[in-house]
């Protein structure tokens, strides 16, 4: 059984938050799963969910950074009294 495609435009993965874009992304596994979709279809949903991982690994790659940064700031001594 196919479902209709749905006419809607979907937004940008690359304007996507991680929540938005990891919801569709399981809901492309769910319905790809199911058999929801035809072979061209799930074609395209495949297409969509990789840029939709790729949006994901970069949010969390701009996130493990910060939390590095955010580290390294904290592990440097703060200067003594006195000291400029």
Same mark, same amino acid.
């Given at each position: 059984?196919?479902?209709?495609?749905?006419?809607?435009?979907?937004?940008?993965?690359?304007?996507?938050?991680?929540?938005?874009? =990891?919801?569709?992304?399981?809901?492309?596994?769910?319905?790809? +799963?199911?058999?929801?979709?035809? $072979?061209?279809?799930? $074609?395209?949903?495949?297409?969509?969910?990789?840029?939709? $991982? /790729?949006?994901?690994?970069? =949010? $969390?790659?701009? #996130?493990?950074?910060?939390? +590095?940064?955010?580290?390294? +700031?904290?592990?440097?001594?703060?200067?003594? #009294?006195? +000291? /400029?």
């Amino acid at each position: 059984m196919t479902v209709p495609s749905d006419p809607t435009p979907r937004p940008d993965p690359g304007r996507m938050s991680y929540e938005e874009a =990891i919801g569709e992304l399981q809901s492309i596994i769910d319905s790809i +799963e199911q058999g929801q979709v035809g $072979l061209q279809q799930s $074609l395209a949903e495949y297409s969509r969910g990789a840029a939709l $991982l /790729k949006r994901c690994r970069t =949010i $969390l790659d701009d #996130a493990e950074q910060q939390v +590095e940064r955010l580290t390294a +700031e904290d592990a440097t001594p703060a200067p003594e #009294a006195g +000291e /400029k």
